[in-house]
T-cell receptor, first 113, second 111 residues
Framework: ETGVTQSPTHLIKTRGQQVTLRCSSQ?????VSWYQQALGQGPQFIFQ???????GRGNFPPRFSGLQFPNYSSELNVNALELDDSALYLC????????????FGPGTRLTVL | QKEVEQDPGPLSVPEGAIVSLNCTYS??????FMWYRQYSRKGPELLMY????GNKEDGRFTAQVDKSSKYISLFIRDSQPSDSATYLC???????????FGKGTTLSVSS
């Protein structure tokens, strides 16, 4: 069984740029959730995708957007990067079967200069 | 008041000690409660998943949920240096939806 994978591992961008982060869900999972974890904080929910549709969104501005593909992999896009966007971005997958434990990937560390 | 409160520590214990980690919450709609372990610069790893009130045991780990007090706990018996990590509590009102996390408690177990 393949776990959740994310790419890239880390990247550095400058203010105003755009970034795309990628996530492959665990085998058998059809739901992907994205979280932002600032240093010293718990993860904060950005949004969730289920069967290629957004299935819930946290308190993040529209410049945070996402996609889910037919193979259930997902992308997180962030436009007009700000310094405060520097964080660990985590992807979690789940099965939407009623128990629905969420399993996290290793994360992408984004630094905005 | 934040929805989930968790003392960030740090908590330092000797090897073999019993560790107690706790979270309180304010939203009575929460039904599913989780504990994750996160090593430095890694993603969170699911340790315990509990529905509603009661106890759940898995090896050296015991999770307790007291919904009447809005209080959850994780106990680690015979703690090991490899248990040194940040422990995050998380909860949600509906399985599979947005998890609300505490800030995490940093635990250090010395040999």
């Amino acid at each position: 069984e393949t776990g959740v994978t994310q790419s890239p591992t880390h990247l550095i961008k400058t203010r105003g740029q755009q970034v795309t982060l990628r996530c492959s869900s665990q085998s058998g999972h059809n739901t992907v959730s994205w979280y932002q974890q600032a240093l010293g904080q718990g993860p904060q929910f950005i949004f969730q995708y289920y069967r290629e549709e957004e299935n819930g969104r946290g308190n993040f501005p529209p410049r945070f957007s996402g996609l889910q593909f037919p193979n259930y992999s997902s992308e997180l896009n962030v436009n007009a990067l700000e310094l405060d966007d520097s964080a660990l971005y985590l992807c979690a997958s789940s099965a939407m079967t009623g128990k629905d434990e969420q399993f996290f990937g290793p994360g992408t560390r984004l630094t905005v200069l | 008041q934040k929805e989930v409160e968790q003392d960030p520590g740090p908590l330092s214990v000797p090897e073999g000690a019993i560790v107690s980690l706790n979270c309180t919450y304010s939203n009575s709609a929460f039904q599913y409660f989780m504990w994750y372990r996160q090593y430095s610069r890694k993603g969170p790893e699911l340790l315990m998943y509990t529905y509603s009130s009661g106890n759940k045991e898995d090896g050296r780990f015991t999770a307790q949920v007291d919904k009447s007090s809005k209080y959850i706990s994780l106990f680690i018996r015979d703690s090991q240096p490899s248990d040194s990590a940040t422990y995050l509590c998380a909860m949600t009102n509906q399985a599979g939806t947005a998890l609300i996390f505490g800030k995490g408690t940093t635990l250090s177990v010395s040999s």
